[in-house]
Nanobody, 124 residues
Framework: QVQLVESGGGLVQAGGSLRLSCAVSGRTFSTYSMGWFRQAPGKEREFVAVIMWSTGVTSYADSVKGRFTISRDNAKNTVYLQMDSLKPEDTAVYYC?????????????????WGQGTQVTVSS
């Protein structure tokens, strides 16, 4: 049984920072990708960032490029999302997902396992 558990969400002022964590248990995804997505009220779930577990190669949505950083700790089987210069429009529930099929996939359908989500609220 694969489990993805997110943590680290919260309330922060615009311009602030948060770091999200996604702990993976049940198996390792050393040959696949891990992704972060987010969903704001009334909107579809959207891609945020993805990392290849084995090489550390990353890709980002244009809306977060230069502000967010995805990373992984192989020893801890954990993926992180460092979020800096946060904006009110970053407010959403953030989900981690894996293992992604294909190269640095951005589609939600590429990921069979999802965490429960963690709320991020950015006040103006």
């Amino acid at each position: 049984q694969v489990q993805l558990v997110e943590s680290g969400g919260g309330l922060v002022q615009a311009g602030g920072s948060l770091r999200l964590s996604c702990a993976v248990s049940g198996r390792t995804f050393s040959t696949y990708s891990m992704g972060w997505f987010r969903q704001a009220p009334g909107k579809e779930r959207e891609f945020v960032a993805v990392i290849m577990w084995s090489t550390g190669v990353t890709s980002y949505a244009d809306s977060v490029k230069g502000r967010f950083t995805i990373s992984r700790d192989n020893a801890k089987n954990t993926v992180y999302l460092q979020m800096d210069s946060l904006k009110p429009e970053d407010t959403a529930v953030y989900y981690c997902a894996g293992p992604g099929s294909g190269y640095l996939p951005r589609r939600t359908s590429a990921y069979p396992y999802w965490g429960q989500g963690t709320q991020v609220t950015v006040s103006s």
